[in-house]
């Protein structure tokens, strides 16, 4: 499956943004889905993951109650609503998938837990 991640762009803080990954090759409805971010000079983290039915979700402490991950597996999409943001949110967003799941389980916020990754998406939040 091949991923597309789009909607970064520059935003004020207290914005909002929502990123989406459209998939191509394969229908997502058979991956668990998930969102990570690198900020500058830093490692990739974990951001929210989703189950394959959607109606399972994780998130780290760090966006919980500001972002809300979502997928469309009609339109072979996941996405990312981001609100508010805030400085500390800049960093490439990537999305990934995972087939290592089961239908209603969330996958896991390790990298290791994804097998296919996008290009990733800029966020850039100014103070």
């Known amino acids: 499956v091949q991923l597309q991640a789009s909607g970064g762009g520059l935003v004020q803080a207290g914005g909002s943004l929502r990123l989406s990954c459209a998939a191509s090759g394969r229908r997502i409805s058979k991956y668990g889905m998930g969102w990570f971010r690198q900020a500058p000079g830093k490692e990739r983290d974990f951001v929210a993951s989703?189950?394959?039915?959607?109606?399972?979700?994780q998130y780290a402490d760090s966006v919980k109650g500001r972002f809300t991950i979502s997928r469309d597996n009609a339109r072979n999409t996941i996405y990312l609503q981001m609100s508010p943001l805030n400085p500390e949110d800049t960093a490439v967003y990537y999305c990934a998938a995972t087939s290592r799941t089961g239908w209603a389980e969330v996958p896991s916020q390790i990298q290791g837990g994804f097998d296919y990754w996008g290009q990733g998406t800029l966020v850039t939040v100014s103070s």
């Open positions: 989703i189950s394959m039915r959607g109606f399972e979700t």
